[in-house]
């Protein structure tokens, strides 16, 4: 099994007049690998997969695999709130040969904690790709307490949790009563706090911009560097600013305006970032030298 420690960047994916734009993809992919970043999660929520046909998740998820050409580890997000789907999507994942499926908690539906549970415990059962599972309540409204992840810890294949809660002490149970259970943050914000209790990584969003600077400071952290913490903070009006609107605006915008991709759309429902937040994001991105 691949290593999922380390900086995994949750992939935007570019848009141009409504189609997917395969130059800034290739370009964006590039400045990852060039930054050092540990692997990447494609068709994630980041990567607006709730408006990516199947046709283009298996497309996009091709091309980003032959661009990586096996340097890194690839997860592809599979989760939604139907089980069925989730499986479906899991075992399409398998066939395009991605090393772990990250699979969100279901949301909308609200299921208990014993029918999440069985979700997973499904999805599980579905195909041979390690799990990793996805808490991140802010967007789900469930949430998996502990009880249930212990639980499923204890799953075979389901490997480790992305924890983007931004709870520290939430984070600490699990490291210190899951034994052997990756723990990785989900929460750009928090997350070398996170690795202070015992996490492995990051699974990111700021690193699409940052890949080289979250690569340095996920190693220095995790070697106990407590100089690195001045350093992060001195980004954080920029990470806190890359959520001014819903994820994934703010960061598409910075993307464009830093070259990295050719055009900052969206799909529907989400728009490109406003006039005056477009303003304050250049700002902040020229105090920290990224323009």
Not at 2 to 12: E, M, N, Y
Not at 199 to 224: M, T
Request: proline share 5%; charged share 20%; net charge negative.
């Amino acid at each position: 099994m691949k290593d999922f420690s380390g900086v995994f960047t949750a992939l935007i994916t570019p848009f141009k007049s409504g189609q997917i734009d395969w130059i800034s993809v290739r370009r964006l992919v590039r400045a990852q690998l060039d930054g050092g970043i540990q692997g990447l999660v494609v068709c994630g929520t980041t990567a607006e997969s709730p408006t990516l046909s199947d046709s283009e998740k298996a497309e996009l998820f091709k091309f980003v695999k032959a661009e990586v050409a096996g340097a890194v580890p690839l997860v592809m997000g599979t989760g939604s709130n139907c089980t069925a789907s989730t499986i479906e999507a899991t075992r399409a994942a398998e066939g395009l040969g991605a090393d772990a499926a990250l699979v969100v908690v279901p949301y909308y539906n609200k299921p208990p904690q014993r029918g999440l549970f069985q979700h997973y415990q499904r999805v599980a059962e579905c195909s041979s790709l390690p799990v990793i599972l996805y808490n991140v309540p802010s967007r789900t409204i469930t949430k998996l307490e502990f009880e249930t992840i212990e639980e499923l810890s204890r799953l075979p294949k389901v490997i480790g949790i992305k924890e983007a809660t931004g709870d520290l002490e939430f984070g600490r149970r699990i490291v210190e009563q899951c034994r052997g259970f990756l723990l990785t943050s989900g929460d750009d914000g928090t997350f070398l706090d996170l690795i202070g209790v015992g996490a492995k990584g990051v699974i990111s969003v700021a690193s699409n911009i940052l890949p080289r600077q979250f690569s340095s400071w996920c190693e220095r952290a995790q070697r106990g560097d407590s100089a690195v913490l001045e350093e992060f903070q001195g980004f954080s009006d920029l990470n806190s600013y890359l959520y001014v609107e819903a994820n994934p605006i703010p960061v598409k915008m910075a993307a464009y305006l830093m070259g990295l991709i050719d055009s900052p759309e969206l799909r529907l429902p989400l728009v490109t970032l406003s006039e005056p937040h477009k303003a304050e994001l250049r700002s902040k991105l020229q105090k920290v030298g990224l323009l």
